[in-house]
Nanobody, 123 residues
Framework: QVQLVESGGRLVQFGGSLRLSCAAS????????MGWFRQAPGKEREFVAAITWSGGSTYYLDSVKGRFTISRDNAKNTVYLQMSSLKPEDTAVYYC????????????????WGQGTQVTVSS
């Protein structure tokens, strides 16, 4: 089993910045790809960013490229999502997820999820 705990979500103004954290515990030796997803009210959960655990390759949703940066600290089993130039359309609950294997963008490919953290961007 893998446990994931997100933190860092809050209310932020348009154009502001925020850093989300996701701490993993449990069977972390089996982690391969960690991803961030988000879900806005009335919308489906969507992929935002992902990073492979060993190779450090990163992947992004087109609309966040250049604004969001995913990184990881393997010693702390923690993944971060640095968000800048935030827009109201970034408002959502942000979830951290983990899968064993390479990158996939579909939420169904990730068996382990955190509880989510709310990010609200005011206009």
């Amino acid at each position: 089993q893998v446990q994931l705990v997100e933190s860092g979500g809050r209310l932020v103004q348009f154009g502001g910045s925020l850093r989300l954290s996701c701490a993993a515990s449990g069977r972390t030796f089996s982690l391969h790809t960690m991803g961030w997803f988000r879900q806005a009210p009335g919308k489906e959960r969507e992929f935002v960013a992902a990073i492979t655990w060993s190779g450090g390759s990163t992947y992004y949703l087109d609309s966040v490229k250049g604004r969001f940066t995913i990184s990881r600290d393997n010693a702390k089993n923690t993944v971060y999502l640095q968000m800048s130039s935030l827009k109201p359309e970034d408002t959502a609950v942000y979830y951290c997820a983990v899968r064993v294997g390479g990158f996939r963008a579909g939420p169904n490919e990730y068996p382990y999820w955190g509880q989510g953290t709310q990010v609200t961007v005011s206009s």
